[in-house]
């Protein structure tokens, strides 16, 4: 096991390089390209934004390979470029279950879709905290503790067995036990005022729905970070590929949501293809000592789950569910 331990490559330079990239577009996010302004994202606007990640991704990975084959070799250029591929397509795929959550939130307060860019920009703020600190976490957990490797296999099985088995279940927000103690504690307006999380009223501070709203996908954000996470391990334990094929994952989330979140009924069998992907993973670490799976068969195993999941959503078709809507 101390084989799959791997040192990065990574300079202190590219590390810096990739920190200023991710903090200059979300600036621009941010101060440029609406992100301050109330609006609805339509599809065009959406789409524009996933092919834009996407293709930023790819680039990367072009970028990656040209310098590793520079300094370091074909063979290492082709590994780790093809274990950031892996690992930005296992990180993207179990972000769309997030989606599904978001989704399932969004409907539950009726948050009106002209505010809802705004609070995922915010999520997507705390994710990138939020991940940082459990990538760092984990890569010292790997490197100090070999065996820990196992944990995550056997994590990622159960993981996936129990999603296959309540794949169907649709979780009850009234019940959700952050919401009840959040109502309990503290005062919230009955309806929303714009993007506000607080506002003042006579002089008491109150709590806007938008920040109950908040409070419900940072905490998915840090539930999906425990499955993601150990699942890159499976492909990776060098932190540079780790932390970078995580957060184009994280960056993109906000635009898959709005291109794909009318459509989510019809995905209804994804999180079949998710569930089968986790136990793929948790199998390939618990058996990595006896059978090494070469990175490309991962690649290619993971992308044809996903693939067949999506297209048997797409011909299987499923009425779609309203949500229950409160705004408190």
């Known amino acids: 096991m101390n084989d799959a331990i791997a040192v990065s490559f990574a300079t202190g330079p590219m590390w810096a390089g990739f920190v200023a990239f991710v903090l200059v577009m979300l600036a621009l996010d941010l101060f440029v390209f609406g992100g301050r302004k109330t609006h609805r994202v339509h599809v065009k606007e959406a789409l524009a934004w996933v092919i834009t990640w996407v293709s930023l991704a790819l680039v990367f990975a072009g970028l990656l390979w040209w310098y590793l084959n520079d300094t370091q070799g074909a063979e290492v250029a082709r590994t780790k470029t093809l274990e950031f591929l892996a690992g930005y397509l296992i990180e993207q795929s179990l972000s769309v279950d997030n989606m599904f959550v ?108 938008m920040f109950l709203v908040l409070v419900l996908i940072e905490a998915s954000d840090l539930v999906f970070a425990v499955d993601s996470i150990p699942a890159i391990f499976a492909v990776t334990t060098d932190p540079f590929i780790v932390f970078t094929s995580n957060l184009f994952a994280i960056m993109g989330l906000r635009a898959l ?33 006896w059978f090494h799976v070469p990175i490309q068969w991962s690649l290619s195993i993971v992308a044809s789950f996903i693939l067949v999941s999506v297209v048997a959503s797409l011909a299987l078709s499923k009425q779609p569910s309203q949500p229950e809507r409160r705004l408190t």
Request: charged content about 15%; proline content about 5%.
């Open 257 to 289: 949501y709005f291109l794909l979140s009318d459509m989510a009924d019809r995905f209804h069998l994804l999180k079949y293809g998710l569930a089968i992907v986790l136990v793929f993973i948790g199998g390939k670490m618990l058996v990595m000592p």
């Open 102 to 209: 978001f989704v399932m939130i969004f409907g539950f307060f009726a948050v009106p879709p002209e505010l809802q860019r705004r609070v995922l920009l915010y999520g997507v703020l705390g994710a990138i905290v939020m991940r940082a600190g459990m990538i760092l976490a984990g890569v010292w957990l790997v490197q100090q503790f070999a065996w820990i490797l196992y944990v995550f296999g056997a994590f990622l099985i159960v993981t996936g067995v129990k999603m296959l088995i309540f794949a169907e279940h649709q979780p009850d927000l009234e019940r959700n036990p952050l919401l009840r103690w959040l109502r309990g504690h503290l005062r919230i307006t009955p309806e929303f005022h714009g993007e506000a999380f607080f506002v003042r009223k006579n002089g008491l501070l109150w709590a806007t729905p």
